[in-house]
């Protein structure tokens, strides 16, 4: 089944989402989504391409792809996050694994959403981050 989107879907607009069952359920987002649009490097299965985002969070991510990864799948992914001047003056390589959760058409592409089970910045000794969750 498709899920409506909440944001534009009037009847259902931030607070429901369509389940498997047609049932409504509460948004289970926790965290806010930048709206950002970022090449996302995709392995899965073997195959390796590319990915381009829609919002991006700490917790998950919607990206569009013109090949269809299935609902449920877990893959292997790197993003690569611009700069933000003299704090991280180059863009930063993150290294994520991603959990599948939902896939709809987009057009002639497909809308996936996902959520990062876990990451790893790249690099990150020499700029002094995190280095993995």
């Not at 069952?21 to 509460?26: A, F, I, K, N, Q």
């Not at 969070?57 to 001047?85: K, N, Q, W």
């Not at 390589?93 to 876990?118: F, H, M, N, W």
Request: with cysteine; net charge positive; hydrophobic share 35%.
């Amino acid at each position: 089944m498709l899920y409506p989107n909440p944001r534009t879907d009037p009847n259902r607009r931030n607070s429901y989402l369509m389940d498997d069952h047609s049932l409504p359920v509460e948004e289970r987002r926790t965290r806010a989504r930048a709206r950002v649009r970022l090449p996302v490097h995709i392995m899965t299965r073997g195959q390796y391409f590319e990915c381009v985002t829609k919002d991006l969070s700490c917790e998950g991510l919607y990206m569009f792809s013109d090949r269809l990864i299935p609902h449920g799948s877990v893959c292997a992914c790197t993003i690569a996050l611009p700069g933000s001047g003299s704090a991280l003056p180059d863009s930063v390589q993150v290294e994520c694994t991603l959990e599948i959760l939902r896939v709809e058409p987009a057009g002639s592409d497909y809308g996936i959403a996902c959520r990062i089970r876990k990451y790893f910045v790249i690099g990150s000794q020499r700029l002094g981050l995190s280095a993995a969750t």
